[in-house]
C-alpha cells in the first residue's frame, strides 16, 4: 500500500539502471521525488562500446526516465568544480608519482557535498544514489555505513569519506538488493530500455583508458625524461615521464631482463622508476594519512577490534591491525604480505560489513 511522504528526495540520476531504480522505488512508497543529473564536461566523452556515467547521451537517457515517471528533473552543472576537484587533482596526482582513484573524490566531494547543496536549494530533504552499499542507525542515532548484501556489487570502498551528516542526508535504495533484482524492477516498471545497460567501468572523463595520454594533453610539464633504476640505484633504461607508470606495472616498461620485472618505486622528487622482482612488490604495511572516520568513536577503538582492509576497489578485504598515532595517520599492519600497495589508491578499514574508514595511502 502506497503511504504518502512529506519528504521530498533527490535522485542522482545517471541515465543507467540503479539510478533509474531508485527513483521507480522512491515514488512506490510514496515520496515526492525529483531527478538532478550532474553536467561535468562540456564534451561528450562517451566513444563506442565503452560506458562512460556522465556523458550527453546519459542526461538525455536520465531525463526520459523521469519524462516517464511523472517526475521533475533538473540539469547540475558542476562542471568548473570538476575539472578542480576532479580533474585538475587527478593530473596533479599522477605527475606527483601516484595513481589516483578519481571516482573516491568523485563520490564525497562531487555527489555528498557539491550536489547535496545544489538539491537542498531545490527543497529536497535526501539525496539518493544507485550506490550498492547501506545505511543504519543504531539506538544512540550514530549512523553506519555498511557493504552492501550483494558483495560481488558492493561499492562500500569508494564511499569511505563520508561523514554522519552525510549519511543523515543519503539513501542507497538499491543497497539491499543484487543486480538482478535491480533489472528486474527496470524491466517490470517498463524500462526494457535500461533495464540490460552495461554498468558504468571506466573513468568518465578518460573512456578510452589512456591516461598517460589525457594526462599529456593536461599538463605542458609532464614530458621530463628520466632514468629507470635497479634497487641497488644502477640505471637500467630511460623513461619518457613517471606518469606513465604505476606501482605493479609490468609491461611497457622499456627495459629488458631475463627475469620479469615491475615497478616498485616512483621517485617524483628525483624523476626516477625503481624496478625489482615480484617479491620487491611485496608489503605487510601501509600509512594513510588525513584518516576519515565514519563514526569518530572508532579511533579510540581502533586498536580493540577486528578489522580487515582494502587496498584497491578490485581487492579482497586483508585481515590486520590498525593504529591511530598522535598527528592523526593511521597505520595497518597485515597479517600477511601483500602485493602491489601503492601510493595514490585508497586503504579502507571494515569490522565486518562495518565501514570504518579510510585515506589516501601514503
Do not use: W
Not at 515514488?27 to 525529483?34: A, D, E, L, P
Not at 547535496?116 to 553506519?144: M, N, P, S, V
Not at 538499491?174 to 540490460?196: C, E, L
Request: glycine share 8%; net charge positive; aromatic share 8%.
Amino acid at each position: 500500500m502506497l503511504i504518502k511522504s512529506n519528504k521530498t528526495v533527490a535522485v542522482a540520476m545517471s541515465g543507467g539502471v540503479d539510478s533509474s531504480v531508485c527513483a521507480i522505488i522512491l515514488k512506490k512508497k510514496g515520496y515526492s521525488v525529483i531527478g538532478v543529473s550532474m553536467h561535468l564536461v562540456s564534451e561528450d566523452t562517451s566513444s563506442g562500446s565503452l560506458k562512460t556515467c556522465c556523458s550527453t547521451d546519459d542526461i538525455i537517457s536520465a531525463k526520459r526516465v523521469c519524462v516517464k515517471l511523472g517526475i521533475p528533473h533538473f540539469v547540475v552543472n558542476l562542471e568548473q568544480e570538476f575539472k578542480t576537484e576532479v580533474i585538475d587533482r587527478f593530473v596533479m596526482e599522477y605527475l606527483d608519482g601516484k595513481t589516483p582513484n578519481p571516482c573516491i573524490v568523485c563520490n564525497c566531494v562531487m555527489k555528498f557535498d557539491l550536489l547535496i547543496k545544489r538539491t537542498k536549494e531545490l527543497g529536497a530533504d535526501f539525496l539518493a544514489t544507485g550506490h550498492y552499499a547501506r545505511i543504519t542507525q543504531d539506538t544512540a542515532g550514530r549512523y553506519f555505513l555498511l557493504k552492501s548484501k550483494d558483495l560481488s556489487k558492493d561499492q562500500s570502498y569508494v564511499l569511505y569519506g563520508l561523514s554522519q551528516e552525510n549519511l543523515k542526508n543519503i539513501m542507497f535504495p538499491v543497497g539491499n538488493m543484487n543486480k538482478m533484482q535491480t533489472r528486474r524492477i527496470a524491466s517490470d516498471a517498463g524500462f526494457t530500455d535500461i533495464s540490460g545497460k552495461k554498468d558504468s567501468v571506466e573513468i568518465c572523463f578518460v573512456p578510452d583508458k589512456d591516461y598517460a595520454g589525457f594526462i599529456k594533453k593536461q599538463s605542458a610539464v609532464c614530458l621530463k625524461k628520466g632514468f629507470i633504476k635497479n634497487l641497488k640505484g644502477e640505471i637500467i633504461g630511460e623513461h619518457g615521464g613517471i606518469f606513465n607508470y604505476t606501482v605493479g606495472q609490468r609491461k611497457k616498461l622499456g627495459v629488458s631482463s631475463k627475469n620479469p620485472l615491475y615497478v616498485v618505486k616512483i621517485s617524483a622528487e628525483n624523476n626516477e622508476i625503481f624496478v625489482g622482482g615480484i617479491e620487491d612488490c611485496m608489503s605487510d604495511s601501509l600509512t594513510v594519512k588525513n584518516f576519515n572516520f565514519i563514526n569518530p568513536e572508532y579511533k579510540n577503538l581502533l586498536e580493540k577490534i577486528k578489522t580487515s582492509a582494502k587496498i584497491r576497489y578490485s581487492s579482497p578485504d586483508y585481515t590486520c591491525k590498525a593504529r591511530v598515532f598522535e598527528d592523526g595517520s593511521v597505520k595497518i599492519k597485515f597479517g600477511e604480505k601483500v602485493k602491489f600497495i601503492t601510493p595514490g589508491q585508497s586503504a579502507v578499514l571494515y569490522s565486518g560489513i562495518k565501514v570504518i574508514g579510510g585515506g589516501i595511502i601514503e
